[in-house]
Structures are given as C-alpha cells and as structure tokens.
C-alpha cells in the first residue's frame, strides 16, 4: 500500500477525518489511511450527527440510531487501518453546530490535518464543495485537506498558489519543507495570480523568487514559476490541471489587512473544481 516512503503532510502525528459516511468521503478515508502510514500518524474518524431538537430524549434516540447505522462503516475503516498498521479511533459525537464540533474534536484531539471529502465538481458557489466542508474551511484550522473521491494523491507534483499573506506564507514555507520529507517529490509549482496587468511583474518576481530559494536548498527537483493575469480560482484549477498535480496548496481564509488574492470565494472555488486534493493552510 506504499505509494509514497514519506509524507506531503511533513510530520504529521494525528489526522482527522471528518465523514458522513457516503461514497463522497472514499477518497479521504483512503488518504487518511494512506497518510497515516506515511506518517506513522494516529488516524481519527469522526462523525458528527446534526441534533436539531431541544428534546434530550429525542437527541439520544436519533444518536443511538446514527451508531448502529454508522457501526458497519466504522468497521470497515478499523479494518483497513488494522491491514495497513495504522493506529485508528473511531468517534461519533452529536452537536447543534456540526463544523463547529468538527474543529473542536480536532483541536482537543491534537490533530495535525483535518481531511474531509468532496462531492463532485459544480459550477455553482454553493455547490462546489460540500457545505460542512465549505464551513470547516471558513473556521481556519490550520490544516484542511479536501479530497475528491476518486483523488489519487502519488507525492510527485504540488501546486502552490502564492500570493502575500500569513496564510500564503506559510504554505509556502510547509512546501519547501517538503524537500526534506517527502522522496518521492519531483516538482514543485509555484502560481501567483495579478488581478490587472499592471501587477503581473510583482507576481512573477514573487513566485520566480521563491523558486530560487527552493532549487538554492533542493536541487534534485524541479522549481517552476507561473504568474498570470485574470481570475485567481480559474487560473490555478486549469494549471493544476494541465500539469497533472497531485495536490494543490493554499493560504486560508485569515483577516488581515493586506489585500488578498485568495478570498473566501476563491479558495471555495479552488477546493471544488480542482481535479486533485487541496490543502488549505491557515496561519
């Protein structure tokens, strides 16, 4: 089940998977499994019941149903992770505020990564991702990983949309680690997108000096500078795309008072049309 002797996740001690359970959350459920023996990662599954009514017993009755439906499921991910040595726990909570519960179980948990899944592509804002994960993403964990379900993550290719902020920063800085960490990594993609002409030369120098930086510490792998005009989500999909990348890389949703490239608007976008999985960094 090795793809990959090292991890695109660094080191990466505990993963949340976050799941409903359908055919969606199948890709994640894989990686999950597949990080944690990268890693050597504990492997969390979590699944969160919405409870609706102010009745206790009511709330217990519908969570005493969700665990018997859920049962064959948990089963399953136990059993793949048992096949791959993985160390796994499967949890079931019920909350009011789902992708509230999501990030506090995270957080109390000590997760690393929450991963979650993707429906499939739309042309719609509010569809292009599912809405929990769309949510979760908004709250600015750390590390969110959306996984499409029939994403195949193989650690050679990472797209990395650069722009200037904390968040952008730092998922810069969490690829170039990658070098060290990652062996079956070949090539790096750096994309930095200017809103009018007038910006493109700072884009390029912007990406082109990361660039310099990385082949300066890795030199076995391939450094390449993207910088475009138009339509940030468009622009980075379609690189990714053409490129055949495993996985893009982001800054998130923080506020700041820099203007920022990467809107709530466009990582929502990135995350539900791109073809591969999409790591969402947040500083």
């Known amino acids: 089940m090795s793809r ?12 949340l998977l976050a799941t409903d359970g359908s055919p969606f959350s199948e890709g994640a459920m894989q990686e999950a499994i597949f990080f944690g023996q990268a890693c050597k990662a504990k ?88 809405s929990m994960t769309s949510k979760v993403i908004g709250l600015g964990f750390p590390m969110v990983l959306v996984v499409p379900s029939e994403a195949l993550i193989t650690g050679a290719h990472m797209l990395v949309a650069v722009e200037d902020t904390p968040g952008s920063r730092l998922a810069v800085e969490e690829a170039l680690s990658l070098g060290m960490c990652c062996t079956t990594l070949e090539r790096l993609t750096f994309v930095s997108v200017a809103k009018r002409q007038n910006g493109l030369d700072a884009a390029r120098k912007m990406v082109e000096d990361v660039c310099v930086r990385g082949r300066g510490q890795w030199p076995q792998i391939e450094f390449e500078a993207v910088a475009a005009v138009g339509h940030p ?47 969402v960094v947040t500083a």
């Open 4 to 15: 990959f002797s090292t991890s695109l996740l660094g080191e990466a001690q505990t993963l």
């Open 43 to 130: 492997v969390i599954v979590l699944h969160v019941v919405r409870i609706d009514t102010e009745s206790l017993k009511a709330a217990n009755d519908r969570l005493r149903r969700k665990r018997q439906e859920i049962a064959p499921y948990f089963e399953q991910v136990r059993k793949m992770a048992r096949d791959s040595g993985v160390e796994c726990e499967t949890v079931m909570v019920g909350s009011s505020v789902p992708e509230h519960a999501i990030v506090e179980q995270a957080r109390m948990r000590k997760a690393d990564v929450i991963l979650m899944g993707r429906h499939g592509k739309a042309g719609r804002l509010y569809l292009m991702v599912g």
């Open 233 to 279: 989500s468009n622009i980075i999909v379609r690189a990714a795309e053409e490129r055949g990348v495993d996985m893009i890389m982001l800054g998130g949703m923080s506020a700041g008072p820099l203007p920022r490239m990467f809107t709530g608007r466009v990582t929502k976008e990135v995350c539900g049309w791109a073809h591969c999985a999409v790591l």
